[in-house]
Nanobody, 114 residues
């Protein structure tokens, strides 16, 4: 079993920054993919960014150049640095880990508003 705990969400003004963290614990090998998804009210959950155990990252077009995903394998932790935030980035952000099957965190709210 794998357990994911997210932190770092909150309220920020447009143009501001936030950093999300997600710590994984449980039955984890050294090879797995972690990522961030988000779900806005009335919309489907969508990919934000993913990163492999080797550090290869992929981003949604809507966040390229603004968000950066990174990971600390020693801590089984993934981060999402979000800069130049826009109101349309408002959503619940979910951490994910894929190792044989997918696991999800409980979600953290990010609200971008003036």
């Amino acid at each position: 079993q794998v357990h994911l705990v997210e932190s770092g969400g909150g309220l920020v003004q447009p143009g501001g920054s936030l950093r999300l963290s997600c710590a994984a614990s449980g039955s984890i090998s050294s090879i797995y993919t972690m990522g961030w998804y988000r779900q806005a009210p009335g919309k489907q959950r969508e990919l934000v960014a993913v990163i492999t155990s080797g550090g290869v990252a992929n981003y949604a077009d809507s966040v390229k150049g603004r968000f950066t995903i990174s990971r600390d394998n020693a801590k089984n932790t993934v981060y999402l640095q979000m800069n130049s935030l826009k109101p349309e980035d408002t959503a619940v952000y979910y951490c994910s880990l894929t190792i044989g099957r997918g696991y999800w965190g409980q979600g953290t709210q990010v609200t971008v508003s003036s």
